[in-house]
């Protein structure tokens, strides 16, 4: 006969296991770091503006970062971005900001100049102030995480264990409340005078919280130049240039090619962004490779903060890249990108790649001004249509029809003169 479990001995280490799983749950909570929009959700109307933030949780000795958030551009856009407060409470900063409206992306990255150092704990990471579109249909919209890098005081990348995205719903514009006349008439005939209507009371909206601006430079988009390259003329020596190498190139449809974004005549340059625009419907991106002008950087701090996003539906390929040593820069002519791009196979003629959204910034954050951006071009050819059987035997039938006639002629030529 089986000895009978006591049902409160059951219970004792059913209980027993509930809290040891609460407390490893709890653990893992408290350790975790996560990386997310605040607030996670917010309702709004069309035209209304609003503001998130993008907070890091329980992140150790965290000395850089940088994120990447999507929106649907057609609903809303940025205004601007600033910085939060949590990783400058460890000292200044250096900024790299990129905000693209046509896309619905908005990038950002930040990092202490001090090496070695770095915050914990938890904290906003940046805010960004957002106008809705006054005619943007209702609905709910999304404000996607992607990209999140977090990177500790060495340069050396921290897990990211939880990314927690938002969303914005954009209500129906309210309809006004009608307001009855003041002079007695309630619009049908009859006599109110001695009524007194009673106001509809206005829904009160959260005021938008004003934030400070920051001294990051603004960035303004570059008007996109025209089909053909214009030649840039009366350069002064010395001047800033961010170009497209090679500037023109030819390929056939169905090809590869490559570019370059080059940089000439700077001076202590600690980071750099800039947006190539091409056809989507021609070409399409497929890399983008950092060049080395940044990395071999002497004293640079032994690499670069990187954010590279391509967009082949909208044709536009995005880098920003940062030293990790700040107050240190390069002095010379240099790649800061190669973007690598595959053809349509029935792609063909003049195709511009325009250079937009170009900053530079010296070791200290500065901007450095940028004299000149001379853009690319590529001339795309269809692909040669290769000769026909018939159109290979043509030539040789008209070269033996030439020689036989050639042959014929000699012959008579030798009978009239009696040779045969």
Not at 8 to 32: K, P, Q, W
Not at 46 to 55: I, K, L, M, T
Not at 71 to 97: C, N, Q, R, W, Y
Request: proline share 8%; with cysteine; glycine share 10%.
């Amino acid at each position: 006969m089986k000895p009978k479990t006591s049902v409160r001995v059951i219970v004792i280490v059913i209980g027993l296991v509930f809290l040891s799983l609460s407390m490893i749950f709890a653990v893992s909570a408290v350790d975790a770091t996560v990386v997310k929009v605040d607030p996670a959700s917010q309702t709004l109307s069309p035209g209304d503006s609003f503001s998130v933030n993008v907070r890091v949780e329980d992140v150790t000795y965290m000395g850089a970062y940088e994120v990447l958030l999507n929106f649907d551009p057609g609903v809303m856009s940025v205004t601007d971005v600033t910085e939060g407060d949590f990783l400058k409470s460890a000292g200044a900063t250096m900024p790299i900001e990129l905000i693209d409206n046509t896309v619905g992306t908005v990038a950002f990255g930040y990092s202490l100049i001090t090496p070695g150092v770095g915050v914990t704990g938890s904290g906003v990471l940046a805010t960004i102030n957002f106008d809705t579109n006054p005619a943007a249909a209702a609905g709910e919209y999304n404000l996607d995480l992607t990209k999140v890098e977090l990177l500790n005081g060495d340069g050396n990348e921290t897990t990211v264990d939880a990314i927690s995205n938002g969303t914005v719903t954009i209500g129906p514009t309210p309809t006004p409340t009608p307001t009855k006349p003041s002079n007695g008439d309630d619009g049908d005939g009859g006599d109110v005078s001695g009524t007194t209507p009673t106001p509809t009371p206005t829904p009160t909206l959260t005021p938008t919280p004003t934030l400070t601006p920051t001294t990051t430079p603004a960035l303004v988009p570059t008007t996109p130049a025209s089909t053909s390259t214009p030649a840039v003329t009366s350069i002064p020596e010395g001047a800033v240039l961010v170009k497209v190498c090679p500037a023109t190139q030819v390929v056939t449809a169905g090809q590869s090619f490559s570019i370059d974004v080059c940089v000439e005549g700077v001076t202590n340059m600690g980071a750099d962004q800039a947006c190539l625009n091409f056809d989507p419907g021609v070409m399409q991106a497929s890399g983008i490779v950092e060049g080395d002008l940044l990395k071999d950087c002497p004293g640079g701090g032994g690499g670069t903060i990187p954010i590279e996003d391509i967009d082949n539906t909208n044709g536009t390929a995005t880098f920003m890249y940062s030293l990790l040593e700040q107050g240190v820069g390069v002095n010379r002519t240099g790649i800061l990108a190669t973007i690598n791009f595959d053809t349509e196979p029935a792609a063909e003629g003049v195709h511009s790649l325009d250079l937009t959204n170009v900053l530079l910034l010296d070791g200290d954050g500065h901007e450095i001004t940028v004299d000149a951006l001379i853009d690319g071009e590529v001339t795309i050819q269809p692909v040669p249509t290769p000769m026909s059987g018939t159109g290979m035997m043509a030539p040789i039938g008209i070269i033996l029809a030439v020689a036989l006639a050639l042959t014929i002629s000699a012959v008579r030529k030798r009978r009239k003169r009696g040779y045969l």
